[in-house]
């Protein structure tokens, strides 16, 4: 429940302190950061997996009554007109000896468009002999529902309902008001009238903007009409076939290192546990590894141990190396395209991907980037691959973040249940989850469909996950300020750093591996969450530009698909 280290004194950080654990005081014979398996830091603070336990733990469970139910456990609820929509709930009471009557009971009617929910409300419990319903009222909410569908395509709007049931007194555990039952329903409006008269007609604009390319030895660079013949709007390495540079108004948004293919991560405590230590020593002899596998199997292996194995280890990560590109132009010079043709790993004669990447460059500014990953025989010995994504290195400026995803803490694949869809605003400082005793991979949002960065005056960029290709409509997120490498080597909790102080560290992962927990010491992530080596991978997301004025909901549902 609770990490076993005792506070120390970091005579590095002046009143600074850390939690020390086995080997931090002598002791040569120790078993590391074995006690560190808590819940809970040593100073009770919760860890970001509590928020799912209490979700998974909570006394009572709302779903959609038979003549509510949409497709996939949604919330149907059919709208004729302006007035006021009525929906009935199923409540199942989970406590063994207490009704409900402590609790008051709330909604939230939120979107993926603003931060602020559309609408709230308070509903009562209905007893009808055994069975528990609620009935919620959605008042002055459909007009409201409307008015957003006429402001972008009815396809691209999600709706969800928020319930809460909170404390009505205070208890000897918890103050009033405190909440015990947290849900969220998706939900589904149908309409009476059809939805074509509902969504904008899409307009077609008119620009005098034209593209032009310039290839040398070592680049490709992608020039606006607007921004003169100086100053590139984004130039491609040729090399690595990363975009070095991202200049859509005129100023890069990127560091050096940019915009790159990722596989790697910071190994968790559970990606190390395993066997871990018998086969750092079995590694000192390549042979007795591979007869230990070929007898006994690769199964126990950790997932660490598996990529260090394949070439996957976070502090040698394997490199893109560009065998070819390919430049093409639209035939109305509305778009330029660039395809790279390249292969992944330390040695171009045993790659372990091969992968194209298509930059697909537009007059307004966008970049789509296509990504098709091909796993070779090299690698299919891993159970699974850490991540298949994208790393973006941006400036220090760029610390104002908000997403549409999963929110607002830490959450992983495996580990997002109680983590609620809904548009947040967080920065690099907050994003990550700065207290783990062990420093690992930390700070994912999963189902993120858009994600922007922003200075304080406005300017910056979204990434958006891009729905035409229908290989995934959503992909996973962090912003940190330490790399992966510094948290991969940490063996302590790192010092905290200070938005605008450091590089914004992105991860846009179209897979990431879940985190498991059922045992530390043995490889226990479920299947459904594991990244197959196997799989070829083919998704895509964009790059928009951002102006202060731009309101980012309102940019990205309406740039053409």
Same mark, same amino acid.
């Given at each position: 429940m609770i990490d076993q280290g005792l506070r120390v004194k970091d005579e590095s950080a002046g009143d600074g302190y850390f939690f020390a654990y086995g080997g931090d005081f002598g002791d040569t014979v120790n078993d590391l950061q074995f006690c560190i398996n808590g819940m809970f830091t040593p100073d009770r603070e919760p860890h970001p997996a509590v928020a799912e336990i209490k979700f998974l733990m909570q006394p009572v469970e709302l779903k959609p009554s038979e003549n509510y139910r949409g497709n996939e456990g949604q919330l149907l609820v059919h709208v004729a007109?302006?007035?006021?929509?009525?929906?009935?709930?199923?409540?199942?009471?989970?406590?063994?000896?207490?009704?409900?009557?402590? +609790?008051?009971?709330?909604?939230? +009617?939120? %979107? &993926?468009?603003?931060?602020?929910? @559309?609408?709230?409300?308070?509903?009562?419990?209905?007893?009808?002999?055994?069975?528990?319903?609620?009935?919620?009222? +959605?008042?002055?909410?459909?007009?409201?529902?409307? $008015?957003?569908?006429?402001?972008?395509?009815?396809?691209?709007?999600?709706?969800? $309902?928020?319930?809460?049931? %909170?404390?009505?007194?205070?208890?000897?555990?918890?103050?009033?008001?405190?909440?015990?039952?947290?849900?969220? +329903?998706?939900?589904?409006?149908?309409?009476?009238?059809?939805?074509?008269?509902?969504?904008?007609?899409?307009? @077609?604009?008119?620009? &005098?903007?034209?593209?032009?390319?310039v290839e040398d030895v070592k680049s490709i660079s992608v020039y606006r009409s607007s921004l003169g013949d100086s100053i590139p709007f984004a130039i491609i390495d040729k090399e690595s076939a990363s975009l070095a540079s991202y200049a859509p108004n005129g100023t890069n948004l990127f560091e050096i290192g940019a915009l790159q293919q990722n596989f790697t991560r910071a190994a968790t405590d559970n990606d190390r546990g395993g066997m871990e230590l018998t086969l750092n020593f079995l590694q000192l002899f390549g042979f007795l590894q591979d007869l230990y596998g070929s007898i006994c199997g690769y199964e126990d292996f950790s997932y660490h141990s598996h990529w260090k194995m394949v070439g996957l280890d976070q502090k040698s990560p394997p490199e893109v190396a560009c065998i070819r590109t390919q430049l093409k132009e639209s035939q109305n010079g509305d778009e330029a395209i660039v395809v790279a043709f390249c292969t992944v790993g330390q040695d171009r004669v045993k790659p372990l991907f091969t992968l194209t990447v298509s930059y697909h460059f537009y007059l307004d500014g966008r970049v789509k980037i296509s990504n098709d990953v091909f796993p070779s025989k090299a690698i299919r010995k891993a159970t699974s691959l850490p991540r298949v994504g994208l790393s973006i290195k941006l400036k220090k400026c760029l610390t104002e973040v908000k997403y549409f995803g999963r929110g607002p803490g830490e959450n992983y694949p495996d580990r997002k249940s109680g983590s609620e869809m809904g548009v947040y605003t967080t920065s690099p400082a907050e994003m990550g989850y700065s207290k783990y005793i062990v420093p690992g991979e930390n700070g994912s949002r999963t189902d993120c469909e858009w994600v922007s960065f922003r200075s304080a005056e406005g300017d910056g960029l979204c990434v958006l996950s891009d729905r035409a290709r229908r290989c995934g409509s959503s992909f996973s997120c962090s912003a940190l300020l330490y790399d992966a490498a510094e948290l991969h080597t940490a063996t302590h909790t790192l010092p905290a750093r200070r938005d605008g102080e450091h590089i914004v560290h992105v991860n846009i992962d179209h897979k990431i591996m879940g985190l498991g927990g059922d045992t530390s010491w043995f490889p226990g992530v479920y299947p459904e969450y594991l990244v197959s080596s196997k799989d070829a991978y083919k998704y895509s997301v964009v790059l928009v530009p951002l102006e202060k004025e731009d309101d980012v909901a309102l940019k990205v549902y309406g740039i053409p698909r």
């Open positions: 007109g302006n007035s006021n929509a009525e929906i009935v709930l199923n409540v199942k009471n989970r406590y063994s000896f207490s009704n409900l009557s402590h +609790l008051v009971w709330s909604w939230h +009617l939120v %979107s &993926n468009r603003s931060v602020d929910p @559309i609408r709230s409300g308070c509903f009562v419990l209905q007893l009808n002999g055994d069975t528990i319903t609620a009935v919620v009222v +959605l008042d002055d909410v459909l007009s409201r529902v409307m $008015l957003l569908e006429r402001r972008g395509a009815v396809a691209e709007n999600s709706y969800f $309902l928020n319930i809460r049931g %909170s404390l009505q007194n205070k208890t000897s555990w918890a103050k009033s008001s405190h909440v015990v039952v947290a849900q969220q +329903l998706p939900v589904a409006f149908r309409f009476a009238q059809p939805k074509s008269t509902l969504a904008q007609e899409e307009q @077609i604009m008119q620009s &005098n903007e034209s593209l032009r390319m």
